[in-house]
């Protein structure tokens, strides 16, 4: 799967669950029930000490899943995590030498920013997203909508206390894709091998931005 197929997918789903977990077993099991649930996407944290095991096991066990690298710090981190065969990129702030290591190997990439400062950065740098972290610290929706104002060119990720309750919100106020961890990945759910518990709220989260979504065509 090329970046420019990566970043559709992304849009088309508007989800991206990160799996915030301790082990491999959990991660491949978020992957595997988040995929036959609908959401063939999943951020996989290089706090994970085994994270590019998992990601080469489930890139190359699941063509169509979009699995990537979260939590991607420095140049060498990239590389580790493109060379496992991350299809994306991701970090909570924008480091320039992540941004740019994804470009060289054409991998789509979207680091984190807060002001319109790092956003503006981040876009000009080669992302093809930018992510909103923390979303729900910096001021939620009524801050998305004000980013889209003058930057509406530029796809924001929204990240960071995004739930059930907020999610149809923030796709209303112009975000492309929301980032959802322990709302849809609960780690309690993975401990206990819960897929119907899974598969309900990823039902919930689709319903959620199917509905948002329609009612921006709507207006």
């Given at each position: 799967m090329?970046?420019?197929?990566?970043?559709?997918?992304?849009?088309?789903?508007g989800i991206?669950?990160?799996?915030?977990?301790?082990?491999?077993?959990h991660?491949r099991?978020?992957?595997e029930?988040?995929?036959?649930a609908?959401?063939p996407?999943?951020e996989?944290?290089?706090?994970?000490?085994?994270?590019?095991?998992?990601?080469?096991?489930?890139?190359?066990?699941?063509?169509?899943l979009?699995?990537g690298?979260?939590?991607?710090?420095?140049a060498?981190?990239?590389?580790?995590a493109?060379?496992a065969?991350s299809?994306?990129?991701?970090?909570?702030?924008?480091i320039?030498?992540?941004?740019?290591?994804?470009?060289?190997a054409?991998i789509?990439?979207?680091?984190?920013?807060?002001?319109p400062?790092?956003?503006?950065?981040?876009?000009?740098a080669?992302?093809?997203f930018?992510?909103?972290?923390?979303a729900?610290?910096?001021?939620?929706?009524?801050?998305?909508r004000a980013?889209?104002?003058?930057?509406?060119?530029i796809?924001l990720?929204?990240?960071?206390?995004?739930?059930?309750?907020?999610?149809?919100?923030?796709?209303?106020?112009?975000?492309?894709a929301?980032?959802?961890?322990?709302?849809?990945v609960p780690s309690?759910?993975?401990?206990h091998?819960q897929?119907?518990?899974?598969?309900?709220?990823?039902?919930?989260?689709?319903?959620?931005?199917k509905?948002?979504r329609?009612q921006?065509?709507?207006?």
């Open positions: 090329n970046r420019k197929a990566v970043c559709e997918q992304i849009i088309r789903i991206i669950p990160c799996a915030r977990v301790h082990s491999p077993e991660a099991f978020a992957a029930t988040l995929q036959a609908g959401i996407n999943i996989i944290p290089l706090t994970l000490p085994e994270a590019p095991a998992v990601i080469r096991d489930l890139a190359a066990l699941y063509p169509n979009v699995v690298a979260g939590t991607v710090l420095d060498k981190s990239a590389e580790r493109i060379e065969g299809r994306f990129i991701t970090s909570p702030g924008f320039p030498e992540v941004v740019s290591c994804a470009n060289e054409d789509a990439v979207f680091p984190g920013a807060s002001t400062s790092e956003v503006i950065a981040a876009w000009r080669g992302s093809d930018v992510k909103i972290f923390p729900a610290t910096v001021g939620g929706t009524h801050y998305i980013l889209k104002g003058p930057l509406g060119h796809p990720i929204v990240t960071g206390g995004v739930n059930q309750l907020t999610a149809f919100d923030y796709i209303l106020a112009g975000a492309s929301i980032g959802v961890g322990g709302e849809l309690d759910a993975l401990t091998r897929s119907d518990r899974i598969h309900e709220l990823a039902r919930r989260f689709i319903q959620i931005i509905e948002a329609a921006l065509v709507a207006d």
